[in-house]
Every structure is written in C-alpha cells, then in structure tokens.
C-alpha cells in the first residue's frame, strides 16, 4: 500500500492479490461507542461499476454514535463495519467504472468506511478536486450533502434571504453555515458556548448567538424574524424556532441530537403562515442513482473555491475510533471528527 496516504499516487498501484484482509471498525453488540472494535475482516473486491477505494480519512458523523446503540432509523445486521463517509485513493476500479486507479475520491455508502479499504459504487463516489485535500474532502460528503439538500433543494432559499442555523459549530451545522454563506444568505449561528462562537465566527457567520436566550438574541437581530431556521438539533429549541421564523418562514427539520424528538401545535404553523419540512437526505437518494452527482455537480464550484472545506476539530487513529466517538457524545466537537487508516 505504498500510495495510501499520498494525496496522489507515487507508481504503480501495489499487488495486493495476496492481501485478502483488512483493519476495520466493527459493531458486534449495540452498547454504545466504548464496545466497537478493531478487527481483522475480509477486503472486499469491486464488482461492475464499483470500486475499491484505499481509504485516507473516513468522516466521523452522528448516526455512528446512534448506530452503536441500535438507536438510527438505518439498521445493519451484526456484526457490521461502521462508517458513512470517507476520502482516499482508487485502488481498484471494476468493470464499466468511471473512475481510474489512482483518482482521488471521496464516497458515502452509509455503512464499512471505517476501514482501511472500502467498496463503493460508483454512484456514491465523488471525484475531489485537487484543491480539496484528501482530509477535508471525507468531511464533507455527508454533512455538504446534506446541507445543500436542506438549503438548496428542499428550502429553494435565494441570495439575500435569512437563515437561523442551529448546533452550528458541529460537523452538519457548520456546513449548513458555510452552504447558506456560499449561497449568499444573511447567517444567524446559534452555538451553546463561547469558544462556540469563535469557532463559528472563523466560519464568517454574520451573527453568533448562545442558545440560552436565541429567540430574543434573533428578535433584536431580525425583527421580522427569519426565513429559514435549520435544526438538526430538536428538543426544547424547537417551539422558540418557530416564533423566530418570519411570515411564509420554514423549518427545516434535519435531526435530533438532543435527544428528544419535539411535537408542533399546528395553529402556530396557520397563524404565522409557516410550515415544518422534514430534510431526509439518504431518503431522497434511494432508487436515484444520479441524486449524488447532480448534488456534488451543483455544489462544486463552491468546493473548489473553498468556500466549503469543513472545519477539522481532531483527527484520530483507526483504533481510536472510540474515542473520536465519544467526542460526538459529549458535545465538544468544533466542526467535523475524522479517523486516519494509516497503514502499518
């Protein structure tokens, strides 16, 4: 494996016709992150249309916490191999693949890309620009997807119109952040602490508020209220969002890592003329096999700009992979956590 962490292959690409094993992450019980291990598991080979991408970095997301504990709506039989989303070399491409040994990539399968070799399909593979390093560009599937989704797709939110973004110094509020600023939008960040808001405010956020209080922080801010809020955090924010929407405003609703799924009384919705619309982005890709590339096509101008390179909060080991899960836990990550699979 003598090009894995390159950002460009140094020669050939390495016989490894022996090498039918690999280091992976595994789920072998639904107690929580501190259980997950690191196994020997079969390397998998591509099939038509598909490749095997040598991993780099694999993006650390929310879903892999709730997926240790059997808590996400997506199920994986034990055991299964965690991961969503990654960067990293092609080092095999299948038959009828648009891609080539040695393209650089990133790919979001939803499941085995903590690991140090994944399969994709081509349909879930993104070609990097240069750039985009191999580390900023695994943090960005998911999460840049998703926020593009939200704000472009779903919301069809235009140049000058406002937007209040909650949980904004995690990985998926960040880059609904970045995503609303590159799409000329007026940046309300709402954050729970103050070394938060510095984090947000390198983001170019135009304004950063605490949570504790955000509704009259917004009011005084925007008196007309917002057009957007996205939340991916749900719980007891949830009914102050809908009083800062403004008339004909919407709530996009993209998660819950607060744990508590929130309820509307709908004669608030009629009374403001607002609405609640759920953001599903994995949903919305199913039986779609050019949903991935017309997003990444729409977006890529911004990302090879720059204007959407995520904010890396820590990097861990393969190993560690506890631990960077953990991190997601408590509530301290400032932007996006990544796992290395460096070689041995």
């Known amino acids: 494996m003598s090009y894995r962490r390159g950002e ?21 019980a639904l107690t929580g992150p ?19 991408i040598d991993v780099a970095y694999a993006g650390v ?3 892999e916490l709730l997926q240790t504990r059997g808590m996400y709506q997506t199920k994986h039989e034990l055991p299964f191999v965690l991961g ?51 580390a900023h560009g695994a943090g960005m599937p998911m999460n840049v997807l998703t926020a593009d989704f939200a704000l472009r797709v779903r919301a069809g939110a235009q140049p000058g119109q406002s937007v209040l973004v909650h949980g904004a110094a995690g990985g998926l509020g960040s880059a609904a952040v970045q ?27 135009d304004h950063v508020v605490l949570a504790d209080g955000f509704k009259d922080a917004t009011k005084e801010i925007s008196p007309r209220g917002v057009d957007y809020v996205v939340d991916p955090v749900g719980g007891d924010r949830f009914t102050d969002s809908t009083r800062v929407l403004a008339p004909f405003g919407r709530l996009l609703v993209l998660g819950f890592t607060a744990g508590e799924i929130p309820s509307v009384k709908v004669n608030r919705l009629l009374l403001k003329n607002i609405s609640v619309d759920g953001v599903a982005w994995g949903a919305a890709t199913v039986g779609d096999r050019s949903f991935i590339a017309r997003q990444w096509e ?16 820590a990097t861990y080991p393969l190993a560690e992979a506890s631990q960077a899960l953990r991190a997601l836990d408590e509530r301290a990550v400032m932007g996006k956590v990544l796992l290395e699979a460096a070689g041995e």
């Open 8 to 28: 460009t292959p140094t020669g050939p690409a390495p016989d490894n016709d022996s090498e039918d094993t690999m280091k992976a992450i595994r789920v072998t």
């Open 34 to 52: 501190d259980d997950v291990e690191l196994a020997e598991v079969e390397r998998p080979s591509p099939g038509p249309e598909q490749v095997l």
């Open 61 to 63: 997301t929310f879903p």
């Open 84 to 134: 969503s989303e990654a960067s990293g070399i092609v080092a095999e491409a299948g038959p009828g693949s648009r891609f080539s040994v040695g393209d650089r990539v990133a790919a979001i399968t939803g499941v085995a890309t903590f690991a140090e070799y994944l399969l994709a399909d081509d349909a879930s593979t993104m070609a990097l620009p240069d750039t985009v390093s191999l």
């Open 179 to 205: 995503m609303a600023l590159a799409m000329e939008l007026e940046v309300i960040a709402v954050v729970s602490t103050e070394a938060k808001a510095a984090a947000v405010r390198e983001l170019g956020a």
């Open 298 to 313: 729409a977006v890529s101008g911004h990302i090879a700009a720059g204007r959407l390179n995520p904010r890396i909060h």
